[in-house]
């Protein structure tokens, strides 16, 4: 992992980022090529890829509805509109 720093500003707006530090500990490089290990594991197929489907989506949405179903939360009510014509 190399962390970027931008802090050299153009009269556009807009922003020129460099490489500047690392990570490095006794281990190494301790976030190199490890990413983040996932809450639940989802098998990304060809087949799915090829057939419009997302099987990561799929399943999220499939657990979200669960925890809805065994922990249903009430939609708050749309509060009245202010009165600004006094």
């Known amino acids: 992992m190399v962390g970027i720093r931008g802090d050299k500003p153009f009269v556009d707006m807009g922003l020129s980022t460099q490489p500047e530090f690392a990570l490095w500990d006794e281990r190494g490089w301790p976030i190199e090529n490890v990413g983040v290990e996932p809450d639940i594991e989802v098998d990304l197929t060809p087949a799915d890829y090829a057939a419009g489907r997302?099987?990561?989506?799929?399943?999220?949405?499939?657990?979200?509805?669960?925890?809805?179903?065994?922990?249903?939360?009430?939609?708050?009510?749309?509060?009245?509109?202010?009165?600004?014509?006094?």
Do not use: C, G, H, M
Request: zero cysteines; a negative charge.
């Open 54 to 86: 997302d099987s990561q989506l799929d399943k999220a949405i499939e657990v979200l509805l669960k925890k809805l179903e065994e922990d249903p939360k009430e939609i708050p009510s749309t509060p009245a509109f202010p009165v600004r014509s006094r």
